[in-house]
């Protein structure tokens, strides 16, 4: 039996525990359990960027440029070094996640010139599928998305992931891309990143990966892997604020081979000789297309600041253990509930949250937000998402959560709600 003095003895021994102080919590009986959607505001973000309106913008205006002009690449530089693994020179922090895949599976397709087919999954993040069919539509290629979104007849005694034994017969030399999420939105499952990129490779096709739900709670390692092309956002676990953003890693191996999909002024050679026709400059400055947002990036500075500080390591450990608690906790509360466990239940298999499938998910789901200030999200059709934050989340916060969880389930009081009437799940 878990316990709560369990919870708290956790608690006792966490080594990440003062960071929490160094965030934004507006009502600490709240269990927030959404970091893996929307992380919280750091304190300092909150000086940085006022500073930055009055002595950066207020003050220097236009000025201000020359100090502010490559920080796209500075802060990329910041990210990959804190939470992707990757020496300097290969990441560059702008746009969005969508922006960036889009740009990064054109490049990909374009280095292969011939080849017709891309694979991803069906149980990848929305985003990324519609983006693909509209580059298959656009080149004339196909598309094969491997068949592996979890059903009720499925949940239980299937993954959403895609295992190099699963990928293996659909590759040959037609493949031009394999694109899959790092962790998978929905079920939380880690792919294996260099068994998958490898096999890719084998076979003369890219890997692009979607790092989302892994940057900033998984120990990723980029450049020890082979990872040839990423994106992710910074707003879930990176705590940089919602629409932040993105970024783009490309490896030094490949940029050289790379060609940028969108010819901006920021990738010119000599960008402001304002001259006639695009030459895309080297390194990842070639795949920057225009000015970045200065206070996004001075958000991502602050907040992946703390994460380099605090170390991916520690951070991945914590949510290690705070996910396997879950664990724990499901299996003594909610199995028992009618609920079933989406993501793997190996900590080495899964990034920081667990996806709790339930035949009335979207009404418990809404009426924990209401009435037991709980704060989980809802993924269609039946998934209740709760993450570990390993800055901002305590054990017993998380343990309280699913407590009240198991509490409000045994009470039936969400079959009383009305169906959902928010945009946002
Ligand atoms: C895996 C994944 N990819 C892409 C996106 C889309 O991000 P953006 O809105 O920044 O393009 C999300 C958003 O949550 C995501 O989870």
């Not at 400059?281 to 990036?297: E, Y």
Request: glycine share 8%; net charge negative.
């Amino acid at each position: 039996m878990f316990t709560r003095d369990n919870a708290l003895a956790l608690d006792s021994q966490d080594v990440l525990a003062q960071f929490r102080s160094q965030f934004f919590i507006s009502d600490p009986q709240q269990c927030y359990l959404d970091g893996n959607s929307l992380g919280r505001l750091p304190l300092k973000t909150v000086d940085v960027i006022n500073e930055f309106l009055t002595q950066g913008w207020g003050t220097k205006v236009v000025d201000g440029w020359s100090e502010w002009i490559d920080m796209a690449e500075t802060v990329g530089d910041l990210i990959g070094r804190a939470a992707l693994g990757a020496a300097p020179g290969q990441v560059l922090a702008q746009d969005t996640t969508s922006v960036n895949f889009y740009r990064a599976c054109r490049a990909a397709i374009s280095a292969r010139p011939g080849r017709k087919v891309i694979i991803s999954d069906t149980a990848n993040f929305p985003t990324d599928r519609y983006i693909l069919e509209g580059i298959a539509q656009e080149l004339g290629l196909t598309l094969i998305l491997i068949e592996n979104e979890i059903t009720d007849a499925t949940v239980g005694t299937q993954t959403e992931c895609v295992t190099p034994e699963i990928l293996a017969p659909y590759l040959n030399d037609n493949v031009a891309l394999v694109t899959l999420s790092v962790v998978a939105y929905r079920s939380g499952a880690l792919h294996d990143v260099q068994a998958i990129t490898t096999l890719a490779r084998e076979h003369g096709a890219l890997c692009v990966w979607d790092a989302s739900h892994a940057v900033g709670v998984t120990d990723l390692q980029f450049d020890r892997d082979g990872v040839d092309i990423a994106v992710g956002c910074t707003y879930k676990y990176g705590n940089s604020g919602p629409g932040a953003p993105a970024w783009l890693y490309v490896s030094k191996a490949i940029q050289q081979s790379l060609d940028a999909p969108i010819h901006g002024w920021f990738a010119q050679r000599d960008q402001f000789a304002m001259g006639q026709g695009f030459s895309q400059t080297d390194g990842m400055r070639g795949f920057q297309i225009a000015s970045p947002s200065i206070i996004g990036l001075l958000s991502i500075d602050t907040s992946f600041s703390i994460i380099e500080q605090a170390g991916i390591q520690a951070i991945n450990a914590k949510a290690n253990r705070g996910t396997d608690m879950m664990c724990e906790l499901f299996d003594q509360w909610l199995a028992p509930l009618g609920y079933s466990l989406m993501t793997p239940r190996e900590a080495h298999l899964r990034g920081g949250h667990l996806t709790l499938w339930h035949p009335d998910a979207a009404l418990i789901a809404r009426g924990l937000r209401l009435e037991k200030n709980v704060i989980p999200d809802y993924r269609e059709p039946h998934g209740i998402r709760v993450s570990m934050s390993p800055l901002t989340n305590t054990f017993a916060e998380v343990f309280d959560g699913f407590e009240r969880i198991r509490d409000y389930t045994v009470s039936g009081d969400y079959k009383f709600l009305s169906v959902h009437e928010s945009k946002v799940t």
